[in-house]
Antibody, heavy 120, light 110 residues
């Protein structure tokens, strides 16, 4: 059974750097084609694809946020970290961690999500 | 402004059939087809159909997907009140080399 869980700060001040951790189980980056990524959803808005890292250690980013995003993986701890620099009010939302199976292009399983609020 | 275009809302009566369209381009929907997600209020999205038109084992065959050119379509037959949710399409875009989502469609079962 694949599970993912997001953790990190729930409130953050503007201009700070957001670091979120996705802790997963039920799969491993040793499986070719596996990926873990992030999606966010601002209040009342649509899903926004953010980033993906895969078993080949490739990283993909939303072009509109690429300059502010970093995604890294810690295989020894089954974790993937997402950092977003210089946050502002528009970065408030629910951040989801998600799993991509080898044969698919998007996400197959999702974490429960966590709400991050940017506020002074 | 989402890269994939969906109607904001659709509605139909219980037992009827409803379709949700997802309009993209040659670099996303035409390239990878679309995956479809269902999101109930206050919950995380869940995969309904992947880009290979495969459903997870717990998704009933009332949900199906198709594609014609740059437009993907989700079809739900035998509508139930429990199907009321937001539905999103997603695809891989091979120009920007990233995933993209539609703006979401709210389904109301009258």
């Amino acid at each position: 059974q694949i599970t993912l869980k997001e953790s990190g700060p729930t409130v953050l001040e503007p201009t700070k750097t957001l670091t979120l951790t996705c802790t997963f189980s039920g799969f491993s980056f040793t499986t070719s084609g596996v990926g873990v990524g992030w999606v966010r959803q601002s209040p009342g808005e649509a899903l926004e694809w953010l980033a993906l890292t895969d078993s080949f250690n490739f990283q993909h980013f939303n072009p509109s946020l690429k300059s502010r995003l970093t995604i890294t993986r810690d295989s020894s701890w089954n974790q993937v970290l997402l950092t977003l620099t210089n946050v502002g009010p528009d970065d408030t939302g629910i951040y989801y961690c998600a799993y991509k199976a080898p044969a698919t292009l998007l996400f197959d399983s999702w974490g429960q999500g966590m709400l991050v609020a940017v506020s002074s | 402004q989402s890269i994939l275009t969906q109607p904001p809302s659709v509605s139909a009566a219980p037992g009827q059939t409803v379709t949700v369209s997802c309009s993209g381009s040659y670099s996303n929907v035409a390239y990878s087809s679309a995956a479809w997600y269902q999101q109930f209020s206050g919950a995380a999205p869940r995969l309904l159909i992947d880009h290979n038109d495969k459903r997870p084992s717990d998704i009933p065959d009332r949900f199906s997907a198709s594609r014609s050119g740059t437009t993907a379509t989700l079809t739900i037959t035998g509508l139930q009140t429990g199907d009321e949710a937001d539905y999103y399409c997603g695809a891989w875009d091979n120009v920007i080399n990233a995933g993209v989502f539609g703006g979401g469609t709210r389904l109301t079962v009258l």
